[in-house]
């Protein structure tokens, strides 16, 4: 199956463009045809912009449309930064402000992700006036009855893990005004744990479509390292996988599953030498952790 386009719609800031251009690289893997890619930032200089647009370029020619662009952090004035998130995260409740108005559609995707395979089918979901298609998020029953009672949704309501989105832009400009997102943040940043996400499941619930997460967000957080044959069924049957923990696989102190997988693409876009450092940084973590033990 053959993908004609797609919009991807992602947010970064200049520390964050390698693993930005893995995940990219995975997508172009599985998926053929032309990409729009709408990158959020604050402050991503220029120079670093071109040389990112040359890159991507460079391994997929349907990845010639790649656009920066830039927010102002006056947006956010009275909401404050998260010790938990960067900043970044929000600038997907400005969607309606920052993206064109000829955007009819477009796939959030979170960075920490690798596809896969083939999503075509999650793309081309028919529009039939919802406002987004996500997945349910994967945390455990007492978390998901806490978050939810935190933010005033009823305790049968299902709540989606914000990180895959394919978000119907024209459907949700018919009601919410461009500012919205971000003025509800403001006014109930207090009740907000997990606060972009939080405000999505808020205010998008009454018009949603469901997909499996085991298959477009298959969260690892949330997988039972245990049953070893379980959790390897399961990576073999998704389509995204979402590195959704603390650490990261690209940090040198990630102790979770599937480290190889994001490296198998990451050693493509990054290089032979990017990936040695990453083993010896490794090496030396786990080496400094043994002696402090």
Not at 39 to 45: G, M
Not at 87 to 113: C, H, T
Not at 165 to 172: A, G, R
Request: aromatic share 12%.
């Amino acid at each position: 199956m053959k993908c004609k386009a797609m919009n991807i719609l992602v947010a970064v800031d200049e520390k964050y463009l390698e693993p930005l251009s893995v995940m990219l690289y995975s997508l172009v893997c599985h998926n053929r045809g032309i990409f729009s890619i709408y990158i959020l930032h604050f402050d991503i200089p220029l120079r670093k912009q071109l040389e990112f647009q040359k890159k991507t370029l460079n391994w997929n020619k349907g990845l010639k449309n790649v656009y920066f662009i830039q927010a102002k952090r006056e947006d956010f004035a009275g909401i404050g930064e998260d010790t938990r998130y960067r900043q970044e995260a929000n600038l997907r409740l400005l969607i309606l402000k920052l993206l064109p108005v000829n955007v009819s559609k477009i796939l959030w995707l979170d960075i920490d992700i690798i596809i896969k395979g083939n999503i075509q089918e999650f793309y081309e979901y028919p529009d039939k006036g919802q406002y987004a298609l996500v997945c349910e998020d994967m945390f455990p029953r007492n978390e998901k009855r806490d978050t939810l009672k935190r933010i005033g949704m009823r305790q049968n309501e299902r709540y989606f893990n914000s990180g895959v989105m394919l978000l119907y832009l024209n459907n949700i400009r018919s009601v919410y005004d461009e500012a919205y997102f971000i003025s509800f943040l403001r006014n109930n940043k207090q009740k907000m744990k997990y606060p972009d996400q939080s405000v999505l499941n808020i205010c998008l619930k009454r018009r949603l479509v469901w997909a499996a997460p085991e298959i477009y967000n298959l969260q690892l957080l949330r997988a039972d390292r245990r049953d070893k044959l379980k959790i390897r069924r399961s990576i073999n049957k998704a389509k995204i996988l979402h590195y959704n923990t603390k650490e990261k696989p690209w940090d040198c102190d990630y102790d979770g599953i599937l480290e190889l997988q994001y490296w198998k693409y990451g050693v493509r876009v990054l290089g032979i030498r990017r990936c040695v450092q990453h083993l010896l940084d490794r090496m030396v973590d786990i080496t400094w952790r043994k002696r402090n033990d």
